[in-house]
């Protein structure tokens, strides 16, 4: 992936938990999450108990929590059933061949267990049965995020004011106050050009978010540039607002509307799908001018948020910032 240059003209705390390493920019009180860790395990009463079942129900080889079927060997050390088949059939801890045993009774003791959301350091109060709190943990909107960044493969997770830290230190993306912009993409022999990204840009209005995405791919036959917006929050709240974006030039203009997506969803996702401002490579050169053998297209654009009348149930715009 090659990332190219942009010129703009505008008007931890590190937490291991469940085998994960997330970032949050400040910390939280939650021992009322951590109580429930106690007061809410049926079967074992104290936490020394509840810990040790817990331990119980981790597989030795990938330390993750087990769920049925969970295997066990002839001297009952148990492991996951996905582990199973990478020791090839033989218990990690005695080396005994493993069988197809079953261990009912762990699996009968997991399904007595309630235990917190894995994100309860993040501020998540719920609690559930051992066999729901994975599904839950997968939805969960207190989960971290993942970078948003595109230019490369970024594996940083955490809260956004961390990924906006994270983005601005790390990454040396460009930082833009206001919910308006005008913005110049350049590229010398573009027709060269198959794949692209030009830096990410990170706007901050109406106490929120919102990450500009550019960049040039082939879609079907032909290459096409491609523009659009992310929210950085869950999709619920993303839902709250409008972006447009519009190149123009030689008396013409194109516009998009749309909603920005969430960074829950990827940046792969978002392009594939193509939820975006999509400029065919030929028409992207007419609005650059000149002989066309440059890039130079300037896209303008603004946010808004989208307020609903109680009367009529109708969006009006809310363009202040």
Not at 45 to 56: D, F, P
Not at 201 to 216: I, N, R, S
Not at 276 to 289: D, K, P, T
Request: charged letters at 20%; aromatic letters at 10%.
């Amino acid at each position: 992936m090659e990332t190219e240059s942009m010129d703009r003209e505008s008007s931890t705390r590190s937490i291991p938990n469940d085998n994960e390493a997330y970032h949050f920019s400040s910390t939280k009180n939650h021992a009322g999450a951590a109580a429930a860790v106690v007061t809410n395990i049926v079967g074992p009463t104290s936490t020394a108990a509840a810990t040790s079942v817990y331990e119980l129900l981790e597989c030795p080889v990938c330390t993750f929590s087990m769920y049925p079927p969970i295997h066990q060997c002839h001297n009952g050390h148990t492991l996951c059933s996905t582990c199973k088949v990478r020791v090839h059939n033989r218990c990690p801890t005695c080396r005994q061949e493993l069988g197809d045993i079953r261990c009912l009774a762990l699996e009968k003791v997991a399904e007595s267990l309630e235990l917190p959301c894995k994100y309860y350091n993040l501020g998540c109060p719920e609690i559930f049965p051992y066999y729901s709190k994975l599904k839950h943990e997968s939805l969960c909107n207190f989960r971290p995020y993942s970078c948003p960044y595109a230019g490369s493969e970024c594996g940083v997770v955490g809260d956004i004011p961390f990924l906006v830290s994270h983005l601005r230190d790390d990454h040396k993306v460009d930082m833009h106050a206001g919910s308006t912009f005008n913005h110049r993409y350049v590229k010398s022999n573009p027709r060269e050009v198959e794949n692209a990204t030009w830096m990410l840009t990170v706007f901050q209005c109406f106490g929120q978010y919102f990450c500009l995405h550019f960049e040039a791919f082939q879609l079907g036959m032909g290459p096409v540039y491609m523009a659009f917006l992310r929210f950085m929050g869950d999709e619920e709240e993303a839902r709250s607002y409008s972006y447009s974006l519009e190149v123009g030039g030689s008396g013409r203009k194109l516009t998009w509307e749309g909603t920005p997506r969430s960074i829950r969803d990827s940046h792969r996702k978002v392009r594939d799908s193509n939820d975006g401002f999509i400029i065919q490579r030929n028409m992207a050169l007419f609005f650059s001018g000149g002989d066309r053998k440059e890039l130079k297209l300037r896209i303008t654009g603004k946010i808004w948020i989208e307020q609903h009348s109680p009367d009529s149930g109708l969006c009006i715009p809310n363009l202040s910032s």
